[in-house]
């Protein structure tokens, strides 16, 4: 079975593949701890593969896509001493099924690859690609298959909490997209401004974004809020909860070498 680990700066998601198969026989979403050492992200391991009944030893390879260098580190470590097998690390030496036109393509977030390629993978391009996460990642592949860049803006949890943190009479509320733009308390005018205000910011770039772009882009959401937003906009084609671990698949599949022996 093969392990995938997407570690982003505030959650880090584990999925379990069946054997040569798209089907996910386990997945767990935890907090992100830069301290978290190798025994304590194995304890955090374990319990997952019991629930779905996979036993250690059937874990045979692992890829990791990760945004905090400590967290790979530990990880590796983890693999190593726990799984005994050495993991794969996604970076632009791989082969990502997708070209890549960007000036300087080793300050791409593995994230911002692997959701590409699993986008591309199953709608063809042109593309943009929306991960709603600690940042808002807008990535964009363009008619010839090439990853070529796109944008990056504050989360929405990020700017509430910013928001409240600096203001004394405003608080944390639920992201949920409220019934109209004029709040008549401050949890409606919250969510307001927060909501449809990012709601207009994700339709506000998808249309310049198309502009630059030769053909009609397909666009996938994906990550925490972003269901709220392919439901509320028509110019989202897609929601996608499991991109990132998709695209973790896909690019072991990739590079999956010919002899993977176990590590003794």
Do not use: C
């Not at 890549?100 to 593309?127: C, M, W």
């Amino acid at each position: 079975m093969l392990l995938v680990v997407d570690v982003g700066n505030t959650n880090t998601v584990f999925g379990v593949f069946e054997d040569n198969s798209a089907t996910i026989a386990a997945s767990a979403r935890m907090s992100t701890r830069r301290d978290r050492m190798p025994d304590e992200w194995y304890a955090i391991l374990a319990p997952v593969l019991d629930a779905a009944s996979v036993p250690r030893d059937q874990i045979t390879d692992m890829v990791i896509s990760s945004v905090v260098p400590s967290v790979t580190r530990w990880l590796t470590e983890m693999a190593h001493d726990r799984l005994r097998l050495e993991p794969m690390i996604v970076g632009v030496n791989l082969n990502l099924g997708i070209g890549i036109d960007y000036s300087q393509p080793r300050e791409i977030g593995a994230d911002r690859l692997v959701n590409s390629l699993a986008a591309f993978t199953k709608y063809g391009a042109p593309l943009i690609s929306i991960d709603f996460g600690t940042a808002i990642n807008f990535d964009v592949v363009d008619h010839n298959g090439n990853y070529i860049g796109g944008a990056l803006a504050p989360g929405l949890v990020v700017a509430l909490e910013a928001m409240t943190a600096k203001a004394a009479r405003l608080f944390t509320v639920d992201l949920v997209k409220p019934a109209r733009a004029i709040g008549q308390s401050t949890t409606e005018a919250i969510q307001s401004g927060i909501v449809l205000g990012y709601l207009s910011l994700i339709e506000g770039m998808i249309q310049r974004i198309r502009v630059e772009l030769e053909g009609e882009p397909t666009v996938i959401v994906t990550g925490g809020y972003s269901e709220i937003f392919a439901e509320a906009s028509p110019l989202v084609n897609a929601y996608e909860p499991d991109l990132t671990i998709e695209g973790l698949r896909l690019v072991f599949e990739l590079n999956r070498p010919s002899n993977t022996p176990r590590r003794t």
